[in-house]
């Protein structure tokens, strides 16, 4: 099975091209949509993409493609995974994956385009590594990661980042949920919501916390926008205190 991620949207052919260069090459494969609404050159948000399908697909080849460096000297990878693989550019989408890379291989097939790898490069590779064929790949050692705070205790407070924003305005933590014991009430700054086992155990507009369902904490208003609220966004710093 080959999922397709990618920040194409739904009005162009890029995707549908995609597709049919990995059925030429390989007319058994089984192809998954995951989402092609990924915001545009947003690489944490195909991060969390990817390590939110990855236990959904077992020995899966997953293609991403979220490339704003496209035809620059960023390197075009495939990593083995724990449950599967990922076929894309080397620019950060395994950060949130990372501790599951197994192996990692640089791409060496050359493009006939500098603007239209996922045609030219990715969904070759990703082809044929559904196959099982690694033509075209030199092993390589390290892959790129960007910055992320890592969650943690600091006396009173538990600290960690916002790796997402979705589509309902729920604000995305990488604080897990083991870290959240025994909670009621959630402070950031000068909010404080109580801490809910869902959006419908809130009063409509309600700013509350829970555990989503990737394990995270996440801020959220029932039938609102806790991002329109907060007005946290990607890649920012979060100190919370717990009741």
Do not use: C
Not at 9 to 27: C, F, L, R, T
Not at 171 to 190: C, E, L
């Amino acid at each position: 099975m080959i999922t397709i991620s990618t920040d194409f949207g739904y009005e162009d052919h890029y995707v549908g091209v995609m597709k049919g260069v990995i059925y030429n090459i390989n007319p058994q494969a089984v192809i998954v949509d995951i989402t092609h609404g990924i915001r545009r050159h947003d690489i944490r948000h195909a991060s969390y993409i990817l390590r939110s399908i990855i236990d959904y697909f077992s020995n899966s080849v997953h293609l991403f493609v979220v490339d704003p460096g496209v035809g620059t000297s960023r390197r075009g990878i495939v990593a083995k995974l724990d449950n599967g693989y990922y076929v894309g550019p080397d620019n950060g989408i395994l950060t949130l994956v990372k501790h599951r890379v197994e192996k990692v291989w640089e791409i060496t097939l050359k493009a006939s385009s500098t603007t239209f790898h996922g045609r030219d490069i990715f969904a070759p590779i990703a082809a044929k590594v559904d196959m099982h064929e690694f033509q075209n790949l030199r092993e390589i050692y390290d892959f790129y990661s960007y910055e992320l705070i890592e969650p943690k205790k600091e006396r009173e407070k538990i600290v960690g980042e916002i790796i997402h924003v979705d589509h309902f305005g729920n604000v995305i933590t990488n604080i897990p949920s083991d870290m959240i014991q025994n909670v009621k009430i959630v402070r950031w700054k000068n909010y404080e919501m109580r801490f809910v086992p869902s959006y419908g155990f809130a009063k409509k507009g309600e700013l509350i916390a829970l555990i989503n369902s990737e394990n995270f904490l996440e801020f959220a208003s029932n039938q609102g926008s806790a991002f329109n609220n907060l007005k946290l966004k990607i890649g920012d710093k979060i100190e919370i205190e717990t009741y």
